[in-house]
């Protein structure tokens, strides 16, 4: 069996236990996966594991409460950052390029601004930042809602829809995995915490006014080379999301997918891997240059 079809790995954590992957050499990328039903690092990332491990050492964690991980009370995105990095003081890894999508970008981003020592860069596949001219939340976040509060396979059919741009990627045998994996009683509990109707509106009131500072507050401390990805169909995260993250993070750039929805690294996957695969490369040549 090889490294990327092997079982997943766990590690006893200060803060609960945590399932991961660990495969490849080379330099270390953390791979951050998204919210939603079903929704893990094998479900996210599987596809580019085996491109991705041919250049860099690949880890993969379940975060809280999802897969095989432990939930964790308190603060859901402090409680992913807090695992990630216990995951990475446990693999004595000292630094690390970090891949996010979805949550797992929101949580990158912090780990970038409260470990500037540590992120060597940072890429995110939507998620941070706010919206400027569309509505939150949007028709992928209501669906979710929807499906939080009646799970059944017609409800989850409908938010996997709005996912993506090309329809053809949501088969039946799509449907059932995410089904089984969503209904798990923890993962559904998990899903319930951050989507319920109660949660979103929650944070649609943390994203007005004066509060919505605090949403984008610590993008600037983001000292590593960003990259931020976002397919320009997102049904999700709507692109307008991505512009104050463009301009707050001192050394980042926006690469936008046509004919893309919310999961650019499955719908745009060659291009998506050759853009990642560049881009940390080239951070690694920068950091190489100014090391004495």
């Known amino acids: 069996m090889s490294k990327i079809d092997q079982a997943p790995q766990h590690a006893a954590l200060p803060g609960g236990g945590i399932q991961y992957y660990d495969a490849g050499n080379g330099p270390c990328v953390m791979l951050i996966h998204g919210s939603g039903p079903g929704v893990n690092a094998w479900a996210n990332y599987r596809d580019n594991l085996p491109v991705f491990a ?3 050492r690949c880890i993969m964690p379940d975060l809280p409460g999802y897969g095989g991980s432990d939930a964790r009370d308190g603060d859901p995105v402090q409680s992913c950052v807090a695992a990630c990095v216990e995951l990475l003081d446990t693999l004595d890894v000292s630094r690390v390029h970090i891949i996010g999508n979805s949550l ?3 949580v990158g981003s912090y780990i970038a601004a409260q470990y500037p020592e540590r992120v060597a860069s940072f890429m995110t596949i939507g998620g941070i930042g706010l919206n400027l001219f569309s509505a939150f939340p949007g028709e992928g976040l209501n669906l ?4 939080t509060e009646q799970p059944s396979r017609e409800n989850l059919r409908r938010w996997l829809a709005s996912m993506v741009y090309d329809q053809s990627i949501i088969t039946d045998e799509l449907l059932e995995a995410r089904y089984a994996a969503a209904t798990e009683p923890v993962t559904l509990a998990t899903t ?3 989507y319920s109707r109660s949660a ?4 649609a009131d943390h994203r007005r006014g004066e509060n919505a500072v605090q949403v984008v507050a610590h993008l600037p401390s983001i000292q590593a080379p960003t990259l931020i990805t976002w397919g320009r169909d997102d049904r999700v995260s709507p692109l307008d999301i991505s512009l104050l993250p463009m301009r707050m993070i001192p050394n980042a ?4 997918f046509p004919n893309c929805g919310h999961w650019a690294m499955i719908e745009c996957k060659a291009r998506f891997e050759s853009l990642a695969i560049d881009f940390i490369n080239d951070a690694e040549r ?4 100014v090391q004495p």
């Open 104 to 106: 797992g970008g929101i």
């Open 144 to 147: 979710l809602t929807a499906f």
């Open 54 to 56: 041919e250049h860099f």
């Open 253 to 256: 750039e926006l690469h936008v």
């Open 286 to 289: 920068r950091c190489a240059q």
């Open 192 to 194: 319930r915490a951050l």
């Open 200 to 203: 979103i509106a929650a944070i």
